[in-house]
């Protein structure tokens, strides 16, 4: 069956460190993948959209690997704050019919601790 | 730019009901769609319009349905309730509907069935 699974326990961390969210998926071959960031009572915001013919994507403290072959993403915030304190989502598009059809992952929530 | 705006932010209907929500784009923006989100399932497609024109449709059954007016406002409708569609229902909308694209939401609507 397809599925998309990133890890469903809160990612807890020092303010600094890099934090590193992980976003698998089954059966699905997405031309492209995209990472969201919601934040409690409010919709996801878009970040970062990385295709399946680019390796890695970069937005300032934000940097988002996509390997087709292992069927995984990971998606880094480097030198982490406390407002980055949030839910991570990963989507893809299932249907690869020319309209975007976005199948979300659970989310990760990430804690940083100051 | 306005962002995405919802309404009603909060409804309470009874088992038995119908429910309409309303979702108004950001200026410009031809592309809507909406999804479902609960703690279990966590986000879920809905549909989308382009141009008045449903694009692409979830796996939900017939009790919902939406539509896209002119100026690319979007209401969904969900006729006889049931206790599970208690959920958030997200809106968001795109530009112009060229894969990829990303997604700007709204702050969603919470409905709480009873």
């Given amino acids: 069956s397809q599925k998309i699974e990133q890890n469903s326990e809160a990612l807890n961390i020092q303010e600094g460190k890099t934090a590193t969210l992980t976003c698998n998926y089954t059966n699905y071959s997405p031309a492209y993948l995209q990472w969201y960031r919601q934040d409690p009572g409010r919709g996801p915001v878009f970040l970062l959209l990385i295709r399946e013919n680019e390796k890695e994507k970069r937005k300032e403290r934000l940097k988002v690997t996509f390997d087709t072959t292992l069927k995984q993403s990971l998606f880094h915030i480097t030198a982490s704050q406390p407002a980055d304190s949030a839910t991570y989502l990963c989507a893809l598009d299932e249907a690869n019919t020319g309209f975007q059809k976005?199948?979300?992952?659970t989310g990760t929530r990430l804690l940083v601790s100051p | 730019k306005a962002g995405v705006t919802q309404t009603p932010r909060y409804l309470i209907k009874t088992r038995g009901q119908q429910v309409?929500?309303?979702?108004?784009?950001?200026?410009?923006?031809?592309?809507?769609?909406?999804?479902?989100?609960?703690?279990?399932?966590?986000?879920?497609?809905?549909?989308?319009?382009?141009?008045?024109?449903?694009?692409?449709?979830?796996n939900f059954p017939?009790?919902?349905?939406?539509?896209?007016?002119?100026?690319?406002?979007?209401?969904?409708?969900?006729?006889t309730l049931e206790l599970g569609d208690s959920a958030l229902y997200l809106c968001a909308s795109s530009l112009d509907g060229v894969i990829p694209y990303e997604q700007y939401f709204g702050p969603g609507t919470r409905l709480t069935v009873t």
């Fill in chain 1, 102 to 105: 976005l199948v979300f992952g």
């Fill in chain 2, 62 to 79: 017939g009790r919902f349905s939406g539509r896209q007016f002119s100026n690319s406002r979007s209401e969904m409708n969900v006729s």
């Fill in chain 2, 20 to 58: 309409t929500l309303s979702c108004s784009p950001i200026s410009g923006h031809r592309s809507v769609s909406w999804y479902q989100q609960t703690p279990g399932q966590g986000l879920q497609f809905l549909f989308e319009y382009f141009s008045e024109t449903q694009r692409n449709k979830g």
